[in-house]
């Protein structure tokens, strides 16, 4: 395909304005004034239509096909909430529209809507409080630890660990990190969970908190999770809950019920928004009690007169985390989401989620290694190693070629060639078997003719990159 500045031709143009009549006057510094015109594309209005559309096509997402990738909870977002989300209410508001007096009177709706957000999260997820602050999962996570570092020095308690099972997302050690802890990593035991044995050898009074994901990443859900979060509250610490993973366990099971101090929930995969291409997103965390003077400035608080004010005096806050309400647009999105699946609507997600995942394993488990477990919860992992050295990113290759987006590959890092599926409840049979056609259907090709897979994807507008050279031998320079 050609660039735009390859298209068109010297003179042409796509608007039509009229010739300037006036005297042309301004004060720039000749230094500033160009001396040759810019190399603008010279195109007509139908060119720029038909580069663009045409470039759009190229793009996979969600609304084009299935798109199984693990962790990321890729599903569909109903174009309801899009439209919720695009209201001129909503998408008018400036975060500095002048308050009137007496009142923050413009924004009591969207206060409203952030208020009654919270109040939801908190029955799904079983926690006191939820800030709306953070713009990301990650961001989230961070926010979190410095919650939990302030409340061990308001304790006066000298913590520097923080636990993370091996089978974790790469965010949560990183967000330790950041946060200032040193990180402990613990090894995965032969059922695929964080081991208990390996975990009490890593547990003393140093522990400021123990970051879970449950399910894990391997679409797991550790049966020992209240023993480890009863062992870590008698060392003092905190648990954290990474609920990227919330879709395989809405309405059946709450984080704050199972012990967890502080819980990241990731709107953008669980409730409504979509993603991929870096957002936006918002991670809402949600602390037990005991964390509630902690949070981030501002909150919103409901007055007995049925008005919303935004609260910043709270002595005890970490102080901000993100400008203004967070990503409003995506909280929209989730509270209009949330309303519009209800109680019994989002116990169904869950359900749906874990089915489909436990039918993509079953049909596949002949095909490929299964590395952990006989069931799963939303996802599923595979393994791609077999005798020859096909590789999971071979496979992965020849789904593009198929239509599909590949799932996850090489993640989570305690599986050889892992291949993470998360089809998520959206889909339906008919995707979930054709993607399991072409999965088996690669699984006999990687035997057959592994030649074939290695020049995978011959379909699409890229095939095989220089991995290698792309991480290594870096050119960044533009043309
Ligand atoms: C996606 C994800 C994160 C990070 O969330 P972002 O919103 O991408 O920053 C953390 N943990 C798990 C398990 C995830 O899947």
Redesign the pocket.
Known sequence: MKLIFEKGAPGRTGASVPECDVPVEHDLPNSLIRSEDAALPEVSELEVVRHFTELSRRNFGVDCGFYPLG??TMKYNPKMAEAVGDYDGFRELHPLLPQLPGGETLTQGALRVIHELERHLCEITGMARFTMQPL????G?LTGIMLIAAFHRAHGDKKTTIIVPDSA?G??PASAAIGGFKVVPVPSDENGFMGLDAFRDALDDRVAAVML?CPN?LGLFNPHVKEIADLTHEAGGLMYY?G??LNAILGKSRPGDLGFDVVHL?L??TFGTPHGGGGP?A?PVGVAEHLVEYLPISTVEKEPDNTYRLRYDNKRTIGYIAPFYGNFAVLVRAYAYILALGREGLIEVAEHAVLNANYVLARLRDYYEVPFGEQCMHECVLSAVRKNDVSALDIAKGLIDRGFHPPTVYFPLIVKEAMMIEPTETESKETLDAFCDAMIELARLAESDPEALRRAPVNAPVTRIDEYGAARELDLALL
């Open positions: 962790s990321c990301a999962g990650s961001h996570e997302h965010t949560n994901t990443t990474d990227a993973n990731n953008h995969k997103g991670g």
